[in-house]
Each structure stands twice: as structure tokens, then as C-alpha cells.
């Protein structure tokens, strides 16, 4: 379809224009020449002017013509051309509003602010927000956040005996302790630690199915005088659980030189959120176990152990191991290494034979335990494992293999686990029994 409406328009336009300014150029001349004769030239420009309109106007329609599209495809494109033009000038546009917005934003001030500046003004109009939000002040709401950790109080007591170098701490009971068991109870107890010694800890006794446990005991560090001032008293409270990790409840820390130690001291003192201690690292052990059916014989050989735990004073160790033979929470056998002075990377190499039937495999756990030896005192566990049927993760691997390769020493490395955590898991395979 052709333009053809618009060329007879065209033609029928520029038609009656030329008759009429024929028909009417007299007397508007004539009129024009009497009353004011310089506008002539001013029609005369203003016709050329429509002229040329008329003639580009002509050349345009032509071209169009020429184009192999129908109207609808060529309106679509100049809509879209429209567009395209209005978009660019929107973003110009915006671009110049935002850069002048930055720039009165960035004159505040003598000197102008920084980026950091500019962020913490907005994050204090975003607290100020809120702050009218909730309608209360910063010190309102940490009242309200030390009311909704309430975790309950302690009372204990401390005392120094000067002549003797001793360290008395009473703990005495608790009263509202937050409940960590499903029935809405707990199972508290008290570790009591003179940091950052961590060495010498006590526990109390577990008190069953009671957020108001009174304990009444009393535990003592030697300690210099001239000692104590470098030193925290930390009492914690926990929750027992007998088959998985004891999660702790809250904990009461006072360093030794903010008290009077002239007179005894006995109070209340609210509990304070505890972070659950990361698991420390205690070291490494290496063993190889070897059984033979025919004979039923089991040897467990102790090789060597790594990145012990630094248990003296001088940083060091003095670790050996102790086996034993275990068969329904009862221990059958046990035998122990040499010690070996002043090292956490011991190494042994000594082996330990046990007989066992076959039958009675699938019933053996054998535990393993480094301890730290002490002339004076207890000898202090550094870390603990155990292998058989019955464990999971390495220690069921590690005997599985030994089984499927009889005659064969099979060595393994192995993580060392607190005592409690590995005493924890034995009496949950025996409650299972």
C-alpha cells in the first residue's frame, strides 16, 4: 500500500494556495501599497518559506515511498526510536539530579566528611529510627537485654589462709537457674578453676532435677600470696547430661586482685553468659592392633603420640599410656607404659598382648589413655580413645580392619578426647545393654 492519499493531498494543497494568492495578491498589494509598502518583501519570504516546507515536505513523502515496508512496521519503529530518545534522556537527566544530591552531601561541614563519616551519619539516623520506632533509649534496652539473660545467681565463698599459702573456696548453692532439660529442669553442678592455670580444676556434685541446688563444698589451691594477684577465680555452672557434652549454664569470674583476701568474703553474685568452650586440642596417639583368631591372641602396640598437651609448668610433659580391657563396663585387664620425661612427642613402640577368643571380640572395647605423670599429686589425663565393635568413627574402623586382616598389625592415628567425654560415651553403650 502506497502513499497515494497524501500526494493527492499534496497536490489539491498546493493547488488552492497558488489561486488563492493569484486571486488575492491584488488587492492585498494594492491595499498593502497604500497603506504600507515595505511588508511586500516580508510575504514575498514568508510564501518561499512554506515553499521550501512544501518542497522538503515532498522529497520526504518520496523516500518514504521508496522504502519497502508497510506503514504499521515503519510507525512502530518511530515509536520505538521515541522511546529509545525519552529513555536516554530520563538517565541524563538522573545522572544530574544524583551527582549534585552527592556533591551537597559531601560539602557538609567545613572540612567535608569521608565515606566513613557519610556511613556512620546513616547508620546513626537508621538507629535513631528505630529508636522512635520502639520508642526506647540505648540504656533502656540494655536493661532490657541484661533482664532476658537472667540465668540465675551463686553464692560462694572465699578465704585465705596466709600462714599456710592456701586458697579456700566455698560454693555454697544456686538459686534460679535457667532450666536446659525438656522436663524444665537441670542437672547442675559447679567446675571451680583458678585461671589461667587450668591444670587443677574441681568439680562439684551433681545435684538431680533442680534449678535451686545447695552444694555446700569447699575446694583448695595452694597458692604463693605473691601469686594471686595475676590470678581469676572462675566458677561455672553446668548442666550433667550423662550421653552427650555438658552444656554450660553461666559462670561467675573474679579477678583475685579487685578482692580483699584480710577478711573472708561470702555473696550472691549473678551468673553471666558463658561462651561453650571451644574443643582444645590435646593431642595425637598412634596404635596398632593385631589379631589372630587361631591363637586368640589381641596385641595392641603402643607406637607414638604427637602435640601433646602442655601440662607443667615449663611447658612440657611427662606422658605415658595406660590400656585397658573393657567388657560391659567392667575392666578385665590392664597394663601401662613407660614414662617419658620432659616431651609431647613421646615415642614407645611397646607392645601389649591379651588373650581373647573369637567369640568374645565382638564384646572387648579396649580404652587408651595418656596421662601426664606427677611426683606430687594425681596423675593428670591428658586425653583418652577408644576401639571395638561398639565405638564409631575411627575406633569402629580402625578394629573392623584388624578384624577383616587377621595376623596383621594394623596401625591408625588417632584424635585424643577428654576423659569425661570418652568416660560419658562408655556409660551410654553400657545403659544401652
Request: glycine fraction near 6%.
Amino acid at each position: 500500500m502506497k502513499f497515494n492519499l497524501f500526494r493527492t493531498a499534496q497536490a489539491v494543497a498546493a493547488a488552492e494556495p497558488t489561486g488563492v494568492t493569484a486571486a488575492t495578491a491584488a488587492p492585498t498589494q494594492a491595499f498593502v501599497s497604500t497603506s504600507a509598502p515595505d511588508t511586500s518583501g516580508s510575504n514575498n519570504t514568508e510564501i518561499s518559506k512554506n515553499d521550501m516546507f512544501e518542497e522538503i515536505k515532498s522529497k520526504f513523502l518520496n523516500e518514504i515511498d521508496k522504502i519497502p515496508l508497510p506503514p504499521w512496521a515503519l510507525i512502530a519503529i518511530a515509536v520505538v526510536a521515541a522511546l529509545l530518545v525519552l529513555t536516554c534522556c530520563f538517565c541524563i537527566i538522573k545522572k544530574c539530579c544524583c551527582k549534585k544530591k552527592k556533591n551537597k552531601k559531601g560539602k557538609k561541614g567545613k572540612d567535608g566528611f569521608n565515606m566513613k563519616n557519610m556511613q556512620g551519619e546513616i547508620h546513626q539516623d537508621d538507629e535513631d529510627d528505630e529508636e522512635g520506632e520502639t520508642g526506647l533509649t540505648e540504656e533502656e534496652k540494655e536493661e532490657e537485654e541484661k533482664e532476658e539473660e537472667k540465668l540465675g545467681k551463686l553464692q560462694y565463698s572465699i578465704d585465705y589462709d596466709f600462714e599456710n599459702a592456701k586458697l579456700t573456696v566455698g560454693i555454697l548453692q544456686a538459686a534460679d537457674l535457667i532450666s536446659m532439660d525438656s522436663g524444665g529442669t537441670s542437672d547442675p553442678y559447679v567446675k571451680v578453676q583458678l585461671l589461667p592455670e587450668k591444670k587443677k580444676k574441681y568439680d562439684t556434685k551433681v545435684h538431680k532435677k533442680t534449678l535451686n541446688p545447695v552444694f555446700n563444698e569447699t575446694f583448695v589451691f595452694k597458692v604463693p600470696y605473691e601469686e594471686l594477684g595475676g590470678k581469676i577465680l572462675s566458677m561455672s555452672v553446668y548442666d550433667y547430661d550423662r550421653f552427650s557434652k555438658h552444656d554450660v549454664i553461666g559462670e561467675v569470674k573474679i579477678p583475685m586482685n579487685t578482692i580483699d583476701l584480710g577478711r573472708p568474703i561470702e555473696e550472691w553474685k549473678d551468673l553471666e553468659s558463658a561462651d561453650q568452650e571451644e574443643p582444645e586440642k590435646l593431642g595425637d596417639i598412634c596404635i596398632s592392633l593385631r589379631y589372630v583368631p587361631t591363637a586368640g591372641k589381641l596385641t595392641v602396640c603402643i607406637l607414638e603420640a604427637k602435640n601433646l598437651k602442655k601440662m607443667d609448668a615449663c611447658g612440657l610433659s611427662d606422658p605415658y599410656v595406660k590400656i585397658q580391657l573393657l567388657q560391659g563396663g567392667k575392666r578385665l585387664k590392664k597394663k601401662k607404659t613407660t614414662v617419658k620425661k620432659n616431651t609431647l612427642n613421646p615415642y614407645y613402640n611397646e607392645s601389649f598382648s591379651f588373650e581373647i577368643p573369637l567369640e568374645q571380640m565382638q564384646k572387648i572395647l579396649v580404652a587408651v589413655t595418656v596421662f601426664d605423670y606427677d611426683k606430687i599429686g594425681k596423675n593428670d589425663a591428658i586425653g583418652k580413645i577408644f576401639v571395638g565393635s561398639k565405638a564409631s568413627g575411627l575406633g569402629l574402623k580402625h578394629w573392623s580392619d584388624m578384624l577383616s586382616n587377621p595376623r596383621r598389625p594394623i596401625a591408625q592415628w588417632h584424635p585424643l578426647q577428654p576423659e569425661e567425654d570418652i568416660d560419658g560415651q562408655l556409660a551410654s553403650l553400657n545403659a544401652k545393654k
